[in-house]
Nanobody
Framework: EVQLVESGGGLAQPGGSLRLSCAASGFTFSRSDMSWVRQAPGKGLERIATIYSLGGFTYYPDSVKGRFAISRDNAKNTLYLQLNSLKTEDTAMYYC?????????RGQGTQVTVSS
């Protein structure tokens, strides 16, 4: 059974930083593309970062490019998302997802709130 457990969310000030983690189990993590997706209040899901299993290539949409960084530790089966230069519009529930654009599983999420 695929399990994805996010942690690290919380309250941050505009311009601040947070680091999210996702502990993965139930599948071969090192061979899986992995993503972070988010859902802001009243909006749909948005894929904000993907790290590919081959070559470690990454994808970011323009909304977070240069501010967020996805990484992985295959030895620990853990996915990370470093959030820098946070904006109020980054407030959302953040989910770890197995796969890229067509991910097939995601965790329960961790809330990120950006407010002064």
């Amino acid at each position: 059974e695929v399990q994805l457990v996010e942690s690290g969310g919380g309250l941050a000030q505009p311009g601040g930083s947070l680091r999210l983690s996702c502990a993965a189990s139930g599948f071969t993590f090192s061979r899986s593309d992995m993503s972070w997706v988010r859902q802001a209040p009243g909006k749909g899901l948005e894929r904000i970062a993907t790290i590919y299993s081959l070559g470690g290539f990454t994808y970011y949409p323009d909304s977070v490019k240069g501010r967020f960084a996805i990484s992985r530790d295959n030895a620990k089966n853990t996915l990370y998302l470093q959030l820098n230069s946070l904006k109020t519009e980054d407030t959302a529930m953040y989910y770890c997802a197995k796969g890229g654009a067509n991910y097939d599983a995601r965790g329960q999420g961790t809330q990120v709130t950006v407010s002064s």
